[in-house]
């Protein structure tokens, strides 16, 4: 059974350096790297500041689709960083961790 990396994408300008750094480490066990992105809960996130402030309804879409966007954005970041880091590296992309020797999965 490989090892297993599990590791954050963000979609920040320091996803490239975590991810070379984790990849070192792979390659020494044969690991299998699992990137992570964590989407918010804008709603959730409205939500809870709406709870403490009773003016902020007459904002509360405005302030959901810009949160919305944003997150979207960094998702679409991140995936497309770990696609381009792993096709620029060769690491094979599969869904689940085998015994190939470096692998990749997005979570």
């Keep these: 059974m490989p090892r297993f990396i599990l590791l954050p994408a963000t979609g920040s300008v320091v996803d490239v350096p975590v991810f070379a750094t984790a990849l070192e480490a792979a390659r020494l066990f044969g690991s299998h790297m699992a990137f992570l992105h964590v989407r918010p809960d804008v709603r959730q996130d409205i939500a809870s500041l709406a709870a403490g402030d009773m003016g902020l309804g007459a904002r509360v879409d405005s302030t959901m689709a810009v949160m919305e966007q944003q997150a979207d954005a960094r998702e679409h970041a ?28 997005w979570m």
Aim: aromatic share 8%; net charge negative; with cysteine.
């Design 78 to 105: 991140a995936e497309a960083a770990w696609r381009a880091f792993c096709g620029r590296e060769g690491i094979p992309l599969v869904e689940e961790p085998c015994d190939q020797g470096v692998t990749a999965e």
